[in-house]
Structures are given as structure tokens and as C-alpha cells.
């Protein structure tokens, strides 16, 4: 399948899969013009690297994770000692973002803290603040 064709299966644009391509996520033949073309497989494959970015992996992250990228993700993963790389780079994941929800969180009570109308359950910041 063509590049055009590939992104409309996959919800997703040509410029990602290009993207995806140069990063060594995904492969592509070229036809005799030069025309990327993709294998029916191809689709999972995208689709599981879209998943798997809007979870919070990077790039960098799915690229340990190609060995899995071409079946069908478990919504739940089972431990497998034999994935045990896989879950380190998950651990590294969800402790960054822990770090980052906490400055964020430490500056949003600081914002609130200096202009407490922000906080107001209610909805009326827009009229406590005028």
C-alpha cells in the first residue's frame, strides 16, 4: 500500500510515517518511480506506535519496544520476566512524568496561592477576578 493510503488506515498523517520511518520505526520498499510502499502489516504496526506515544513513551521508548510493535498490544500487560527491558523503560517513563506532575503541581499552587479566586470550585474565577 502507498504512503496516502497507509495514513488514512492508520489515522494518522504522511508526514508521521515519514517521521516514524526516519526514526527506525517503520520500513518501507520503494516502488520503481520511488513511491514508498508498505506491507498490510504496516498498519498495526502504526497504529501500536500511536498507542504506545499517547500512553507518554517517546519515540526513543517505542524503538526498544519493535520486537512488539507488529501484534496486537494487550490493553493490560502481563509480567514476563522475558520483557523485563520493556518494563524498564516504562518504569523510566512513569517516574518522569511523576516528576513532572509534581513541578507542575507545585506551580500551580503556587499561581492559586497568589491569586486564590483561580480556585474556585464553582466555575466564578471569571467574576471574582473583574
Given amino acids: 500500500m502507498l504512503i496516502g493510503e497507509l495514513a488514512a488506515e492508520a489515522g494518522t498523517t504522511t ?14 520498499d520503494r516502488t520503481t518511480a520511488g513511491y514508498r510502499l508498505y506491507e498490510p502489516g504496516a498498519v498495526r504496526r502504526v497504529r501500536n506506535i500511536r498507542e504506545l506515544l499517547s500512553c507518554g513513551l517517546t519515540v526513543e521508548d517505542v524503538k526498544s519496544l519493535l520486537a512488539y510493535l507488529d501484534a496486537d498490544l494487550p490493553k493490560v500487560l ?15 517513563r512513569v517516574a518522569q512524568l511523576e516528576e513532572r506532575i509534581a513541578i507542575l503541581t507545585e506551580l500551580r499552587d503556587s499561581l492559586v496561592h497568589r491569586m486564590p479566586w483561580l480556585a474556585a470550585p464553582d466555575g466564578t474565577a471569571d467574576e471574582q477576578a473583574a
Fill in 15 to 28: 508526514r508521521a510515517l515519514r517521521y516514524y520511518e526516519e526514526q527506525g520505526l517503520l520500513e518501507s
Fill in 78 to 92: 502481563s509480567y514476563s520476566p522475558l520483557c523485563a527491558d520493556g518494563y524498564g523503560v516504562g518504569a523510566q
